[in-house]
């Protein structure tokens, strides 16, 4: 039995963890999570739709036409730090030292291809003048101006790019200017998230980075709302304490801190559900922080978005429609046929073999628990080796048949089988979501009743030196809405453009001329 004591209740409180969820917790390490079971990878005309040029238009012009009458919101996941897009410049100062070797010798000695490529397109970033202007006449030598480059932007007491927000560093040069990828969000929100002149975004981010999120919207929103004809009403949240969760040894005890206090550690984006289910909107685009172009391509990315949501749309006319047909209770086994055709054909709803051996009263009860469900229509872009979730259907324990996004993590690598289907996947998910999360009624759905908690993650980790394990929740595109409707659909490669290492920036959706 776990024992806690009274310090242990107090931090308890203070995060407002229950006890209960700890223990939860514990007995998630001791029985393991379960891998996924993938029955088959999701393609197109099975399980991902791909539309024609006049399908798109078409869907467009439903979003266009009705957008007006709903509430939209941009939800951008923006709490990642800039660390981990550095982290070849930060071994490169710790192994290059200028005055013993050239930079040749050192590319030579180490083959670093990552360093390489930073420099022969130094030019080309957009931070570029900025720091030649502020090193100008320090380097005896190229080789030591190199280094003096990458000093400047990531040492504590120069630029500090390193602890930035990735949402704040320069991605584009227009002109003189440096855009930020927050910036770029408010350009691509007036495209498809403004309704009466006005669009409405939400930021997640850390708690540390607060000041410097709004002092970036103080120094941009008048020069954007100028060219973009935008009101624009931005707030921001905090990943919730609550979600942290407890760390244990490698036997499932507590893990303690040396201080006696028991580790939690954030949950991960999966935690960022509590965060979504918080917002009042009928229509969601979700997309992350560093997942922005540059404005010679917008226009695409913005069309790309109102067909998903056009889609959304015209398949929340029908689920509605249907839903207030079964409140009535009088339905014929012909229109719970139909009702039935249209979960299975158009909301990709698998039913269990013995569905029509139910009694009607049975079969309207299931057929009003698949209807009455948050959709979300999501983005699929063709698998070109970037790593990433992808589509599939899976069968859980109780042989229920459905359409997630797996990651690698959640398959069982041993299984020769179940590798031979994860490498059949032709596409894979780029975070690119629209979500519909109310009902035919307009109210809200909850959508922590929605999440499925067996599908997190158990990671190892070290704290001062010891091993322990941790637990993320399920991601916020993975189990956190595996209970959702799905709809897969093909868009073009151009909406996607994540920035993972520093040179992603020299790729030409990220390059203005």
Same mark, same amino acid.
């Given at each position: 039995?776990?024992?806690?004591?009274?310090?242990?209740?107090?931090?308890?409180?203070?995060? *407002? /963890? +229950?006890?209960?969820?700890?223990? %939860?917790? =514990? #007995?998630?390490?001791?029985? !393991?999570?379960?891998?996924?079971?993938? $029955?088959?990878?999701?393609?197109?005309?099975?399980?991902?739709?791909?539309?024609?040029?006049?399908?798109?238009?078409?869907?467009?012009?439903?979003?266009?036409?009705?957008?007006?009458?709903?509430?939209?919101?941009?939800?951008?996941?923006?709490?990642?730090?800039?660390?981990?897009?550095?982290?070849?410049?930060?071994?490169?100062?710790?192994?290059?030292?200028?005055?013993?070797?050239?930079?040749?010798?050192?590319?030579?000695?180490?083959?670093?291809?990552?360093?390489?490529?930073?420099?022969? *397109? /130094? +030019?080309?970033?957009?931070?570029? %003048?900025? =720091? #030649?202007?502020?090193?100008? !006449?320090?380097?005896?030598?190229?080789? $030591?101006?190199?280094?003096?480059?990458?000093?400047?932007?990531?040492?504590?007491?120069?630029?500090?790019?390193?602890?930035?927000?990735?949402?704040?560093?320069?991605?584009?040069?227009?002109?003189?200017?440096?855009?930020?990828?927050?910036?770029?969000?408010?350009?691509?929100?007036?495209?498809?998230?403004?309704?009466?002149?006005?669009?409405?975004?939400?930021?997640?981010?850390?708690?540390?980075?607060?000041?410097?999120?709004?002092?970036?919207?103080?120094?941009?929103?008048?020069?954007?709302?100028?060219?973009?004809?935008?009101?624009?009403?931005?707030?921001?949240?905090?990943?919730?304490?609550?979600?942290?969760?407890?760390?244990?040894?490698?036997?499932?005890?507590?893990?303690?801190?040396?201080?006696?206090?028991?580790?939690?550690?954030?949950?991960?984006?999966?935690?960022?559900?509590?965060?979504?289910?918080?917002?009042?909107?009928?229509?969601?685009?979700?997309?992350?922080?560093?997942?922005?172009?540059?404005?010679?391509?917008?226009?695409?990315?913005?069309?790309?978005?109102?067909?998903?949501?056009?889609?959304?749309?015209?398949?929340?006319?029908?689920?509605?429609?249907?839903?207030?047909?079964?409140?009535?209770?009088?339905?014929?086994?012909?229109?719970?046929?139909?009702?039935?055709?249209?979960?299975?054909?158009?909301?990709?709803?698998?039913?269990?073999?013995?569905?029509?051996?139910?009694?009607?009263?049975?079969?309207?009860?299931?057929?009003?628990?698949?209807?009455?469900?948050?959709?979300?229509?999501?983005?699929?872009?063709?698998?070109?080796?970037?790593?990433?979730?992808?589509?599939?259907?899976?069968?859980?324990?109780?042989?229920?048949?459905?359409?997630?996004?797996?990651?690698?993590?959640?398959?069982?690598?041993?299984?020769?089988?179940?590798?031979?289907?994860?490498?059949?996947?032709?596409?894979?998910?780029?975070?690119?979501?629209?979500?519909?999360?109310?009902?035919?009624?307009?109210?809200?759905?909850?959508?922590?009743?929605?999440?499925?908690?067996?599908?997190?993650?158990?990671?190892?980790?070290?704290?001062?030196?010891?091993?322990?394990?941790?637990?993320?929740?399920?991601?916020?595109?993975?189990?956190?809405?595996?209970?959702?409707?799905?709809?897969?659909?093909?868009?073009?490669?151009?909406?996607?453009?994540?920035?993972?290492?520093?040179?992603?920036?020299?790729?030409?959706?990220?390059?203005?001329?």
């Amino acid at each position: 039995m776990t024992a806690f004591s009274s310090s242990d209740h107090q931090q308890l409180l203070d995060k *407002g /963890i +229950k006890k209960e969820k700890v223990l %939860d917790q =514990i #007995e998630t390490f001791k029985e !393991g999570i379960p891998f996924v079971h993938l $029955e088959k990878a999701a393609i197109i005309s099975d399980g991902i739709l791909k539309f024609s040029p006049t399908e798109e238009k078409e869907l467009v012009s439903i979003f266009d036409k009705l957008k007006a009458k709903k509430a939209l919101l941009k939800f951008v996941p923006a709490s990642g730090a800039a660390s981990r897009m550095f982290k070849a410049l930060f071994n490169f100062l710790e192994s290059f030292d200028p005055s013993k070797e050239s930079l040749k010798s050192y590319l030579d000695r180490t083959g670093d291809k990552d360093i390489e490529a930073f420099v022969d *397109g /130094i +030019k080309n970033f957009p931070f570029y %003048d900025k =720091i #030649e202007k502020r090193i100008s !006449g320090m380097a005896k030598s190229n080789d $030591e101006e190199v280094y003096l480059f990458v000093q400047e932007m990531l040492a504590e007491d120069k630029l500090n790019y390193g602890f930035y927000p990735k949402g704040l560093l320069p991605f584009h040069k227009y002109g003189t200017h440096g855009a930020t990828p927050f910036e770029e969000h408010l350009k691509e929100g007036s495209l498809y998230a403004k309704v009466d002149g006005a669009a409405q975004l939400h930021f997640t981010i850390s708690e540390q980075h607060d000041e410097m999120f709004k002092k970036e919207f103080k120094e941009v929103n008048e020069r954007v709302s100028k060219a973009t004809g935008t009101e624009f009403r931005v707030s921001y949240s905090y990943q919730k304490p609550a979600t942290d969760t407890v760390a244990v040894t490698m036997t499932n005890e507590l893990f303690r801190n040396s201080d006696g206090s028991l580790l939690f550690r954030p949950g991960g984006h999966g935690a960022l559900i509590e965060n979504l289910n918080e917002q009042n909107a009928d229509i969601i685009f979700i997309k992350n922080i560093d997942n922005v172009v540059v404005d010679k391509v917008v226009d695409q990315v913005a069309n790309s978005k109102k067909v998903l949501a056009g889609l959304l749309l015209k398949l929340q006319e029908k689920a509605f429609a249907y839903a207030a047909l079964l409140e009535k209770n009088g339905e014929t086994l012909d229109e719970v046929m139909e009702v039935k055709s249209f979960l299975e054909e158009q909301l990709n709803v698998r039913f269990v073999s013995n569905f029509d051996s139910f009694t009607i009263a049975q079969q309207l009860e299931i057929l009003k628990d698949k209807l009455n469900r948050p959709i979300r229509i999501c983005g699929m872009v063709k698998n070109e080796g970037e790593p990433g979730g992808g589509p599939f259907w899976i069968k859980d324990k109780t042989d229920h048949i459905s359409l997630q996004i797996i990651e690698s993590a959640q398959v069982d690598m041993s299984n020769g089988g179940q590798v031979a289907i994860f490498k059949n996947s032709t596409h894979f998910n780029p975070v690119d979501l629209v979500c519909g999360v109310k009902n035919y009624k307009g109210e809200k759905f909850n959508l922590l009743n929605f999440v499925d908690h067996k599908q997190g993650f158990i990671t190892q980790k070290t704290k001062d030196g010891k091993d322990l394990k941790a637990l993320e929740l399920p991601g916020l595109w993975n189990g956190a809405m595996a209970y959702w409707n799905t709809i897969f659909v093909e868009v073009p490669l151009v909406t996607f453009n994540p920035v993972k290492t520093v040179n992603d920036l020299l790729k030409p959706t990220h390059q203005v001329k």
